[in-house]
T-cell receptor
């Protein structure tokens, strides 16, 4: 069935370093890949998304890359700051299944000052 | 604040009971989604309604049901509650029915004793 694997489950970096989170999806018909950030005790919020017709998308310090052949996509955060500390979720969706999102298990990112 | 509201914030009940969670989407949004977040299962998609009609379904238990009313608010009904139903239940909304940004509400924390 549909599945999204996310690694690592926890990630600790020093402030200013880069962080990379990787996800692999099983459904080859998936074509929409959002990333959500959830701070402790708060709601998930979309930080960036990518569709299958592009290979990379950037928004300031955040970028996402997609490899359709390998069925994996990654989140890259550069120049990390303490406020980047949160749980990050990747998700995948295929067209014509409404907005149904299959989420990865989450990565708890800790940025140490 | 995403503009999505959920009530109640917290709910404590006993096994075997039935509860109703309520969600009001952002103004103008036609889709409502329900997600369950537990420690061991991550974020699980339950169901989506679009303009009053069921649009997509996830692994929602038969004991759970939902509906979207003409004013677009939605209710998630959980019956014959079990200890394992204890979780954070999020509602999200979006403008249309397909792949786009979903705005999450603050969640309802359900504790089944």
């Amino acid at each position: 069935g549909e599945n999204v694997e996310q690694h690592p489950s926890t990630l600790s970096v020093q402030e200013g370093d880069s962080a990379v989170i990787k996800c692999t999806y099983s459904d080859s018909a998936s074509n929409y890949f959002p990333w959500y950030k959830q701070e402790l005790g708060k709601r998930p919020q979309l930080i960036i998304d990518i569709r299958s017709n592009v290979g990379e998308k950037k928004d300031q310090r955040i970028a996402v890359t997609l490899n359709k052949t390998a069925k994996h996509f990654s989140l890259h955060i550069t120049e990390t700051q303490p406020e980047d500390s949160a749980v990050y979720f990747c998700a995948a969706s295929r067209y014509n299944q409404g907005g149904k999102l299959i989420f990865g298990q989450g990565t708890e990112l800790s940025v140490k000052p | 604040d995403s503009g999505v509201t959920q009530t109640p914030k917290h709910l404590i009940t006993a096994t075997g009971q039935r509860v109703t969670l309520r969600c009001s989407p952002r103004s103008g949004d036609l889709s409502v989604y329900w997600y369950q977040q537990s420690l061991d299962q991550g974020l699980q998609f339950l169901i989506q309604y679009y303009n009053g009609e069921e649009r997509a379904k996830g692994n929602i238990l038969e004991r759970f049901s939902a509906q979207q009313f003409p004013d677009l608010h939605s209710e998630l009904n959980l019956s014959s509650l079990e200890l394992g139903d204890s979780a954070l239940y999020f509602c999200a909304s979006s403008v249309a029915s397909e792949q786009e940004t979903q705005y999450f509400g603050p969640g309802t924390r359900l504790l089944v004793l």
